[in-house]
């Protein structure tokens, strides 16, 4: 069974890793969030593209949630001595991936390429796809003021509530190569338990790929990202809040409306069953909390069982 899923953040590359541990992992593509992406100290840095990386290869620090393990900060606080940005981390071995990233992007490879390359250097059998090569960035309007995603995210902690999200560069955007192909050859669809705003926006901001999903022709099933209406890690049910107007899942549903047959929620949000019917999607009730190997694999199951009568 072939599977593309669309995916960023923590909560997504820990879903795609649950779903690489009960199918075949080259039977899974993911098209992942590039509107994160930054550049830091001359570095090409893509955060979502890097975490699906290291989680799907076993590379990444379980107790901090981002980046490699075994991690040492040289050289940021070298650069931090001598002046330079160092509120947004890199690690010494994160570096080392940046380095040959930015290298490969300056010799005019696409993201695509470089992205092809470092997946089969650390051994996937995986595919993952950004979701375009141009550029395209998340943009955070709020009452402070406009932010990048990451300033936001990171330099400001998410602090600031968000009046509109906007994706500078969307109008533009191609589907990088292999996705289209994905979406159309899959015979399911998913959308990981990431941030609908943050993490799917920027991906769905993408017009052929949200016409791809719209002209479907096999299931699409999307997992929520809150339990109880809060969120995991992160800002997902603030945002949810102030620009859907709720943290149910009926709620996460109405912001893939057209796109989804069915939704995956948690057993804390079952009261919301008929609501979320109502709108025209199948409610799958499960427990999604992704705390172990064991819970990771529940959760996959159930989204599989859930693809197969959508």
Not at 55 to 62: Q, V
Request: glycine share 8%.
């Amino acid at each position: 069974m072939r599977i593309a899923v669309l995916a960023g953040g923590v909560g997504g590359a820990r879903f795609v890793q649950a779903l690489t541990e009960v199918v075949r992992p080259s039977d899974v593509t993911v098209i992942a969030n590039v509107g994160d992406d930054l550049e830091v100290h001359g570095l090409h840095v893509s955060p979502d593209l890097d975490t699906l990386l290291y989680t799907l290869a076993g590379l990444s620090d379980e107790e901090r949630g981002w980046g490699r393990a075994e991690e040492t900060w040289n050289a940021l606080a070298a650069a931090d001595e001598l002046g330079g940005e160092s509120w947004f981390k890199l690690g010494d071995r994160d570096i080392g991936l940046h380095l040959v990233r930015a290298q490969r992007l300056r010799s005019g490879e696409p993201l695509s390429r470089v992205t092809a390359r470092l997946t089969a250097a650390v051994g996937l059998e995986s595919t993952i796809l950004p979701a375009t090569d141009e550029p395209l960035r998340t943009w955070l309007d709020t009452p402070n003021g406009s932010y990048s995603f990451q300033q936001w995210f990171v330099a400001r902690a998410h602090r600031d509530p968000v009046d509109r999200v906007r994706f500078e560069g969307a109008a533009d955007a191609r589907p990088a190569p292999g996705v289209l192909e994905a979406l159309h050859e899959a015979d399911a669809i998913l959308i990981a338990p990431s941030n609908p705003f943050v993490s799917i926006g920027p991906i769905l901001a993408v017009e052929r790929i949200r016409r791809a999903l719209e002209r479907r022709r096999v299931p699409c099933v999307a997992v929520s990202p809150l339990i109880g209406g809060r969120a995991v890690k992160g800002p997902a049910a603030d945002m949810l809040q102030r620009l859907e107007g709720g943290t149910t899942p009926a709620h996460v549903a109405q912001r893939y409306a057209g796109l989804i047959d069915a939704l995956v929620f948690d057993e804390a949000d079952a009261e919301h069953v008929e609501a979320v019917a109502a709108l025209g999607v199948r409610p799958v009730v499960t427990r999604t909390l992704m705390s172990d190997a064991e819970a990771r694999r529940r959760l996959a199951e159930a989204v599989l069982d859930a693809m197969a009568v959508a």
